[in-house]
């Protein structure tokens, strides 16, 4: 005789609260970091003092802005991918974010490294 309380199947399994708070805490921190990005290119346009070579400030502001953008958008479809993932309770797949975000700064740094050695 069934238990009439419980679910018959694995598909019909409630999904973890945990896994759920997990993944939004990791789209927070997403987010987080874009925020960031995005409150530096708005100083950097805003703050800094121009440099001698024109469009190297504009150039930062707008690779931060944009890499801010980027992530905010990725933060999203990654946290719905994952969510939808877990429900049907597939195996989760790899992000783009971290390449993203690692090859950003590194322009970032870049743009930042030039502008520092040509004012």
């Not at 598909?11 to 995005?38: C, H, K, M, V």
């Not at 001698?52 to 890499?67: D, K």
């Not at 980027?70 to 195996?91: C, E, I, K, P, S």
């Not at 992000?95 to 700064?105: D, E, N, S």
Request: charged share 15%.
């Amino acid at each position: 005789m069934e238990d009439q309380g419980q679910p018959t199947n694995e598909a019909e399994q409630p999904l973890d609260y945990r896994f759920t708070l997990a993944n939004e805490r990791t789209y927070l921190a997403w987010i987080r970091t874009s925020l960031g990005l995005l409150a530096a290119g708005v100083a950097v346009h805003t703050l800094v003092q121009p440099f001698h070579h024109a469009g190297i400030r504009r150039a930062l502001s707008l690779s931060c802005i944009v890499l801010a953008v980027t992530l905010a958008v990725g933060a999203y479809t990654h946290w719905r991918d994952v969510q939808a993932r877990m429900t049907r309770g597939d195996v989760l797949g790899n992000t783009l974010l971290v390449p993203i975000l690692a090859g950003g700064i590194a322009i970032v740094s870049i743009f930042a490294a030039v502008a520092t050695v040509w004012t």
